[in-house]
């Protein structure tokens, strides 16, 4: 056969893109998306097949429904039900291990992140580079309380890591099938993928871009959710916690000892010394609620050593859609 025609079909036959999408409770959202990203990767230049994989964490809304339809209409669509909702980070990691393109592009239901501007990621992808995520210049239709905290939060952390995790971004972003693999080395059960993708390293670029407000349904990232995110995010790339609570237990230690050394002196030297019942429960009461912080925080990292020693799977398949003919 001609050189020519066997390069064309081994195109054809190759995955170029896939997208993976995280979905909980996203019905109102699912047919726009999926039609906006199917107008964006029809109309980019791809060198083969692209593949668009919706991951159902758990919802109990109708999306499950939705991309059963999908699935039979669209023979780019594939979509992994969940047996539970186990968080949007493992139904990423659960997109991820099922991507079979030569990149994957990480991009949420909620159309805040906007599926046009993949053209713009794949462009700096083509360039050359391993990572390339979009980095927020705007935050439309979010409290000021959100914003603040997660502003605060991502500048907390890259102050406490030796890993230059950016900021003021989140997962939406386009990575290479080499990062892919190397994410697939990295099986921690409490998982924060920006900072792994940071501390993998490779070359990384970043595309600013307005966020708009959500498009429909209400966001399942509720504050309780966040607080363990960012959780997870400290403990897997920072000891400065333990840090903390040893040096708050030097510095106590030392109030402690000029207190006594006070004592003395008052007891001894000047004889007027006083007992008091309530200066004696402060100081029992100080001391305990330092303790307690500083056992607190070493459990947090305990939790986490136990987690990832019982090497239990990070998730399970309930229902798949069958694999594409060919």
């Known amino acids: 056969m001609p050189k020519l025609y066997l390069t064309f079909m081994a195109d054809l036959a190759r995955l170029a893109l896939s997208v993976v999408v995280p979905i909980y409770n996203e019905e109102a959202n699912i047919g726009a998306l999926h039609q906006r990203l199917t107008d964006v990767l029809t109309a980019l230049d791809l060198p083969g097949r692209y593949e668009l994989l919706f991951i159902n964490d758990g919802s109990y809304d109708e999306s499950l429904a939705l991309l059963r339809v999908l699935a039979a209409r669209d023979a780019h669509v594939r979509y992994f039900d969940l047996s539970r909702n186990f968080g949007h980070q493992i139904a990423v990691s659960a997109g991820l291990d099922q991507a079979e393109g030569d990149a994957v592009v990480i991009i949420d239901a909620d159309l805040q992140d906007p599926p046009e501007l993949i053209i713009e990621l794949y462009a700096k992808l083509r360039a050359g580079y391993e990572v390339v995520y979009a980095r927020r210049r705007s935050r439309q239709n979010e409290n000021v309380a959100k914003r603040l905290t997660a502003k605060a939060f991502y500048r907390l952390l890259v102050?406490?890591?030796?890993?230059?995790?950016?900021?003021?971004?989140?997962?939406?972003?386009?990575?290479?099938?080499?990062?892919?693999?190397?994410?697939?080395?990295?099986?921690?059960?409490?998982?924060?993928?920006?900072g792994q993708i940071a501390w993998l390293g490779f070359r990384q670029t970043f595309v600013e871009y307005d966020r708009a407000g959500r498009q429909g349904g209400t966001t399942g990232y509720t504050y309780r959710k966040m607080v363990r995110l960012a959780l997870d995010g400290i403990t897997s790339f920072s000891d400065a916690p333990l840090k903390a609570a040893t040096m708050l237990g030097f510095a106590v230690s030392g109030i402690?000892?000029?207190?006594?050394?006070?004592?003395?002196?008052?007891?001894?030297?000047?004889?007027?010394?006083?007992?008091?019942?309530?200066?004696?429960?402060?100081?029992?009461?100080?001391?305990?609620?330092?303790?307690?912080?500083?056992?607190g925080i070493i459990g947090e990292y305990i939790a986490r050593l136990s987690a990832n020693v019982r090497q239990r799977p990070l998730y399970f398949i309930a229902e798949a859609s069958p694999p594409p003919a060919g």
């Not at 102050?159 to 972003?173: E, L």
């Open 159 to 194: 102050s406490i890591t030796h890993v230059a995790i950016p900021v003021d971004t989140g997962d939406f972003r386009i990575i290479s099938r080499r990062v892919v693999l190397a994410l697939r080395q990295m099986p921690e059960q409490h998982k924060f993928l920006r």
């Open 256 to 295: 402690a000892f000029l207190l006594m050394m006070y004592t003395l002196y008052g007891r001894l030297v000047r004889h007027d010394y006083q007992p008091g019942w309530a200066s004696l429960m402060m100081s029992i009461l100080f001391l305990g609620g330092v303790q307690l912080i500083a056992v």
